[in-house]
Structure formats: C-alpha cells, structure tokens
C-alpha cells in the first residue's frame, strides 16, 4: 500500500494535466490557410449558447450566425432583449451575422398565381403565426428577411451580412431569386458540413457524428450546427464542438466567416458598396 501511495500523486498529475490538455487551444492557422472551412450556426433554444461562445473564444474561431427570434429555453427569444449582452459580446469577438429570417419562417411550397407572379406557402415556426400555413408574396418573405437582419445590426452595432439562410435550408429556385431580388443571397451548407447535431441521440451519437465529420469534411465546406436543438436528448455542443475544431486544426483546416467566402465575397462587397 505505501508504494502505491507514493505513486498516487504522479498519477493523479497526469490525469489533471490530460483533461486541461483535452481543452488546450489549437494555433489558428496563418492567414493564408489553403485549407479553410466555414462553421456557422443557426439559432435554437440558446441552451449551449454560452457554451458554444467560451469554446470559440478559447479555440480563437470566429465563425457566422445565422439567426430568428426563435423560443428559447430563459429570456424572451433567441433575439430578444434578454441575449442581447451574448449577441454583442460575440460582435466584439468578430464574429458575423445574418438572417434566419425572424419567424423562422420554412418554405413549404410555391403557389402560381393567374398574372404570373410567384407565391410561396410558408409556415412559421415561432412569432404570432407559429405552425400556421400562410401563402405570401416575395415582398412579404423579403421582409421576413430583413426584419431578422435589421435586428442583429440593432443588437450587435454592426450591420449584418447580406445573406440569409432558410429554416431547414428549404428553398426553391423562384424563393431564392425572390430574395437576391431584394439583396440576400442564400447560404446553404456542404453535405459533409451537415453536423447532425439536430438528429436522435439514440441513434446518432455524439462519437459517431465526430468521427464523420473528421473524416468527411473537405476545404471549402460550410458547416452547419445551432446553439440548441429540442428534441436531441444529448447535446452535440459543446461536446463534439471542441473535439472537432481541434481535430480540424490538427489536419490543416482554418476557419473563416463566410465574408471571406469566395461563392459569397463578390457578393458582400457589391452590395456594401450600393449602400455606400
């Protein structure tokens, strides 16, 4: 017993020394990294929001939200006045930000009309409208749009990026020129950047869905996860987020925010530039 009492305290500093290891920041890669990636995420029930937030500042990523004001689990939305000190400290961070249109709005279907314009069935998933099926013109959906953007430049005093992703990435060639129309391009993201944080526990686990991500994603891929999912019983963040940014680093990949984009870059500057 004395001898292992003596080798106890070694072994314990070993432990201790791993599990800080475990949480080490990884150098970000040099400006001109030939092998960038592009992390954004989609708001929720901001339940691992500050989570997520404390591994992006200790891992020095900077990465894109797209956001609504959607139900959360404290306070009044994801973009009410109660995240409005989250959503400010991520602006000072670098962070960007842009629309997830502001009643999480999901394009169902278009709807002809007799003269020729194009309608879209829509269906609200928060708001004063949530789960009711409405049929709106492309002023209307536009407006959705910038209602969400107009809101993240109030909360985070920087404008937000003319682009907007739609709840659950559905979209249709007539909704996307709709929006283009009136100055947002649509964000979509790689199918290996699909993170799977929005899928069952029970048979999706945590492991699973890093292993995939480290083995699938290639430079240039958009990924796509959110600050809170209901229905997923084990939260993917922050316990795959960290792993997975250090894997990442560890094979060469950098981050960037979709400013930098090269399908979306050309597109930033012109209509910053109409504004100017």
């Not at 999901?106 to 002809?112: K, L, N």
Request: charged share 25%.
């Amino acid at each position: 017993m004395r001898r292992a009492s003596k080798l106890l305290p070694g072994f314990l500093i070993a432990i201790v020394s791993i599990a800080v290891g475990a949480n080490t920041a990884r150098p970000e890669a040099p400006k001109d990294c030939k092998k960038p990636v592009y992390l954004t995420f989609d708001t929720g029930h901001m339940g691992v929001a500050e989570l997520v937030a404390e591994v992006l500042q200790r891992q020095q990523v900077q990465v894109t939200f797209f956001a609504a004001q959607e139900r959360s689990r404290v306070g009044d939305g994801s973009l009410g006045e109660h995240w409005a000190p989250w959503w400010r400290a991520r602006a000072a961070e670098g962070h960007e930000f842009a629309s997830h249109t502001f009643d999480h709005v999901y394009w169902r279907a278009d709807v002809a009309t007799e003269g020729g314009a194009m309608r879209f069935r829509v269906k609200p998933s928060a708001g004063s409208d949530e789960g009711r099926e409405m049929v709106w013109d492309a002023r209307q959906y536009c407006a959705q749009i910038k209602a969400a953007s107009d809101r993240l430049a109030q909360l985070t005093g920087k404008p937000a990026l003319p682009l907007f992703r739609a709840p659950g990435g559905k979209t249709s060639p007539a909704l996307l020129t709709a929006a283009k129309g009136c100055g947002y391009a649509h964000v979509g993201w790689a199918a290996a950047g699909f993170l799977g944080d929005e899928l069952p526990s029970e048979t999706y686990s945590n492991a699973a869905l890093l292993k995939k991500a480290l083995r699938d994603i290639r430079a240039g891929d958009i990924l796509m996860a959110h600050l809170g999912i209901w229905s997923r019983k084990d939260p993917w963040a922050p316990t795959v987020l960290e792993p997975l940014i250090m894997g990442l680093k560890d094979r060469g990949f950098c981050f960037r925010t979709l400013r930098e984009h090269p399908a979306y870059r050309g597109w930033i500057d012109g209509r910053r530039s109409r504004e100017n």
